[in-house]
């Protein structure tokens, strides 16, 4: 029974989305100050369709819990000797499992918004609701016409087909559901923008209540793009953190997107500017979510990462995006010029940096976008281009040096309007980091010319980003500016760990017998024994290697080519020696005729920065939040006892002032 109430779970869901988007449309056509009163059924539906899918989700994650070989994707996608946690991750492994978290992660958030959120004028808020019905509509058709995850066999399996080996990694539990969540935080948006353009409320109030999904999203995407580099740096045994692979592309083009929304939004709220570029950029950051989803899910990319290879479903979530991007941009250029221009600012101020960094942003956007579509543009005539680094990086590289130094000096400028030259000091002293630097660097040896300029670039963005709290109290700056400190200089710890990893990087590709030495560096790396081992779903070969830095006491690495029997399939396991000044990255791979065998080692000076200033970035971003929202109650409570005393006034019939706040 538990697929046939999964399923009853989400055509329920489907028809409270048609109720939520109907009701919510229908307060659209009531007079402002009026309520349909059908429109009161929009919030409760969008909270009992957040609790159903929610269910059926949690009803799928128990099919893949106890292995029921009776459904379909089970089988599919699960074997009984796969260990535990990966039965569960198999959950959201494959094409319809994923959808499903994406649809209740979908849900949840409008259940939310719906339960929660009271700021906004209820026809802005009802236009916003059905908004949302109306995306999670789409993706429930999808989910029941075209991907049912809870389809029965005719006859129970005897035996699951398992898992990608790929995906057998604690990093799957953590990558995907934080990605989607953050894709899905942007649907939110999308919808908190499209309700403000149709009822025309473009105003620092519905900013305020935007700022913290956008915010929330933009944590998850950081977070998730995170760990889903790292997971690809030691899985994948090719020793890189980023690919360009056009999967990871369908993450970064979104994040882009939402980096810049969130600067716009923050303006918006605290300076009631920038009011159409808000809107537009949360339809172009949903549209990018949508984007990424329809490459992942559609069958047209090849990846470890894209479950689907069925052109039909392809074509679904293809006319999913026409109608929801088309429609919204169609929208926009309709009503876009019914919203009121926001306040005006001057070029030199700290808007205006934000609005350089924000077409920065877009532009680095469009060329990951074109360079991500360009092969499957020329596939379509029978042209195979590969696109990778030598084009992403320089290509990109022309607006992120000056979106970078921007962004050093935008925090330090005052808003509406500064003058440059008061700013004399800090642009002196970032400079002199940039160049002392890149020349201290350069002196030492010869190195790649955007590795270096990024050694440059991170060491005067560390320095920048605690400009702010110069003479400040510590004690009294907001957290919410503590956060962009930290994120900012979380973008430059980053910096620096690319920069290193692609200046310093040393690789040793070397055929050795057993008892040979390697030399790497400053280590020594002798390969003492090959010997088999086994798994609970896998045999492998496993190199005992120890490693000795300048002399010193050895260490021993392990790393493993696995084969998986259910499904066949070879993969491998990466070795990984962590210091504070880098990683140590072993690979083992076939054995020659002559009984030697292939070990690849690279040492990384500093890689890890490359992820712990992403975990900072995202810790930032938290800090924003909860700056923001302890801003928010306080307002709340202050303006609650505003009314309460002057209802105390009223009640005692007397005309004395009311106490200001």
């Not at 402002?32 to 969008?46: D, Q, T």
């Not at 809107?279 to 950051?285: R, T």
């Not at 009294?476 to 980053?494: I, K, N, Y």
Request: a neutral charge; hydrophobic letters at 55%; proline letters at 5%.
């Amino acid at each position: 029974m538990i697929a046939e109430i999964g399923l009853a779970a989400l055509w329920l869901a489907a028809a409270l989305a048609v109720l939520q988007m109907v009701s919510g449309a229908f307060a659209l056509r009531s007079p402002e100050g009026e309520v349909n009163a059908l429109a009161i059924y929009a919030r409760p539906a969008a909270v009992v369709q957040a609790v159903l899918a929610v269910l059926a989700f949690i009803l799928l994650l128990y099919a893949f819990a106890v292995t029921d070989l009776s459904i379909k994707l089970v089988a599919s996608n699960s074997h009984s000797m796969k260990p535990f946690i990966y039965k569960l991750t198999g959950t959201w492994g494959n094409h319809e499992g994923s959808m499903l978290l994406w649809v209740g992660v979908l849900a949840l958030s409008g259940g939310l918004l719906a339960a929660f959120e009271r700021r906004l004028p209820e026809r802005t808020m009802s236009a916003t609701l059905a908004v949302q019905g109306f995306v999670a509509l789409g993706f429930y058709a999808f989910l029941l016409l075209s991907s049912n995850p809870f389809e029965r066999l005719p006859v129970p399996a005897a035996e699951g087909t398992g898992l990608n080996p790929l995906l057998q990694d604690i990093g799957l539990a953590i990558h995907p559901p934080t990605l989607y969540a953050g894709y899905v935080g942007l649907s939110v948006a999308f919808s908190l923008a499209m309700g403000a353009l149709l009822t025309r409320e473009v105003n620092p109030a519905f900013a305020r209540v935007m700022r913290p999904w956008v915010l929330g999203a933009w944590v998850l995407l950081t977070f998730g793009i995170t760990a889903g580099s790292y997971w690809a740096y030691y899985e994948l045994g090719w020793g890189g953190w980023w690919f360009w692979d056009p999967v990871e592309n369908a993450s970064l083009m979104p994040w882009l997107a939402a980096t810049a929304l969130m600067h716009s939004v923050s303006v918006l709220a605290a300076r009631d500017a920038l009011r159409t570029w808000t809107i537009m950029l949360g339809v172009l950051a949903f549209s990018m979510s949508m984007l990424g989803t329809f490459l992942v899910r559609s069958g047209v990319l090849t990846s470890v990462h894209a479950f689907a290879v069925d052109p039909e479903r392809g074509a679904f979530i293809l006319g999913l995006l026409g109608l929801y991007i088309g429609g919204a941009f169609t929208i926009f250029a309709l009503r876009a010029g019914a919203v009121a221009e926001g306040k005006r600012f001057a070029v030199a101020s700290r808007e205006g940096a934000l609005v350089f960094n924000n077409v920065m942003l877009s532009a680095i956007l469009a060329i990951v976008l074109l360079g991500t579509l360009y092969p499957l543009l020329t596939e379509a005539f029978d042209v195979r281009v590969s696109v990778g680094p030598p084009y992403f990086n320089p290509a990109s590289a022309i607006f992120a040096v000056p979106m970078l130094l921007v962004m050093a000096i935008g925090p330090l400028l005052r808003w509406r309007q500064d003058k440059p030259a008061r700013l004399q000091f800090e642009m002196s002293l970032i400079a002199a980091v940039l160049i002392a630097v890149i020349a201290l660097v350069s002196f030492f040896g010869s190195y790649p010319f955007l590795p270096l300029l990024g050694l440059g670039l991170a060491a005067a963005l560390a320095v920048a980003a605690f400009l702010p709290l110069k003479g400040r109290n510590l004690g009294r700056v907001p957290v919410a500016t503590l956060g962009m400190v930290l994120a900012h200089f979380g973008v430059a710890v980053s910096l620096f760990g690319m920069a290193c990893e692609g200046a310093f990087s040393q690789e040793r590709l070397a055929a050795v017998a057993p008892g040979a030495t390697e030399q790497v560096g400053d280590f020594a790396v002798t390969l003492d024994s090959v010997s088999p081992v086994a798994g609970p779903n896998w045999t492998a070969i496993e190199a005992q290697i120890a490693v000795r830095h300048k002399g010193g006491e050895p260490v021993i690495l392990n790393p493993q080519a696995r084969n998986f029997w259910s499904p066949p399939q070879s993969t491998s396991e990466s070795a990984l020696l962590t210091r504070w000044d880098g990683q140590l990255y072993a690979v083992i791979g076939n054995q020659a005729e002559d009984g030697r065998w292939q070990i690849r080692i690279w040492w990384k000076p500093f890689v890890t920065f490359i992820w712990y200033g992403g975990l900072l970035i995202a810790l930032g971003g938290i800090m924003a939040i909860a700056g923001r929202v302890r801003v928010d109650v306080k307002r709340r409570k202050a303006s609650a006892l505003g009314a309460q005393r002057r209802a105390d006034v009223e009640a005692l019939g007397t005309s004395q002032p009311v106490p200001a706040e």
